[in-house]
């Protein structure tokens, strides 16, 4: 059965720390995506990354990085130098296995970036 | 961009009552879904869409209906809301047939039933 754990429920912060949030994954499919959403309090989920199964590079978008390693499942995403704007609710997800087509999402980090 | 929109942002309803939630996508997307958030459970699904009238059971569908008459339209209907149903839900949308679409998010309806 597919899972995603995202085991930190909340993270607080001062500005401009870097912050990790964690994600781990269980899946049986070979191939798979892996991505991370957004949810500022305004509540729409705003999609920010995805991975496939096959590149493990880790991935560098401004103050954004995420870590794959599919040896031990895991999908970070560090925020660097974090801001206020920084603060949300952050979800991990896995795409559908077969016979599905909703992706599996975590039960989400909320992370509070204090000024 | 794909814009996916709700009917309501905020709604308060009547334990007993019916209870109609729209959601309509403009991006011709097969597959379309409705989610329920709650703290510290993440997202939970409750019933997809992959087609015009065609619907499946999510993780939750107990006490919940659903109906897509046409393709960019996808209502979830609480035949009699109780107060366990407070939540906020999510729409989303997705194209089918790759495992490397994401879904696209509606803003949400934060529905209170007292």
């Known amino acids: 059965a597919q899972k995603v754990t995202q085991a930190q429920t909340e993270i607080s912060v001062v500005e401009k720390e870097d912050v990790t949030l964690d994600c781990v994954y269980e899946t049986r499919d070979t191939t798979y995506y892996l991505f991370w959403y957004k949810q500022p309090p305004s509540g729409e989920l705003v999609f920010l990354i995805r991975?496939?199964?096959?590149?493990?590079q880790n991935e560098i978008s401004g103050r954004y990085s995420w870590n794959f390693q599919k040896s031990t499942s895991s999908f970070n995403f560090t925020i660097t130098a974090s801001q206020v704007v920084d603060s949300a609710v952050y979800f991990c997800a896995l795409s559908p296995p077969a016979g599905r087509r909703a992706l599996t999402f975590g039960s989400g980090t909320r992370l509070q970036v204090q000024p | 961009d794909v814009k996916v929109t709700q009917s309501s942002r905020y709604l308060v309803k009547r334990t007993g009552e019916k209870v109609f939630l729209e959601c309509v996508q403009d991006m011709d997307h097969e597959n379309m879904f409705w989610y329920r958030q709650d703290p510290g459970l993440g997202l939970r699904l409750i019933y997809f869409s992959y087609d015009v009238k065609m619907k499946e059971k999510g993780d939750i569908p107990e006490g919940y209906s659903v109906s897509r008459e046409k393709k960019e339209r996808f209502s979830l209907i609480l035949e009699s809301a109780s107060t366990n149903q407070t939540s906020m839900y999510l729409c989303?949308?997705?194209?089918?047939?790759?495992?490397?679409?994401?879904?696209?998010f509606g803003p949400g309806t934060r529905l209170t039933v007292t």
């Open positions: 991975r496939n199964s096959f590149d493990e």
């Open positions: 989303a949308s997705s194209i089918t047939g790759r495992l490397d679409y994401e879904q696209y």
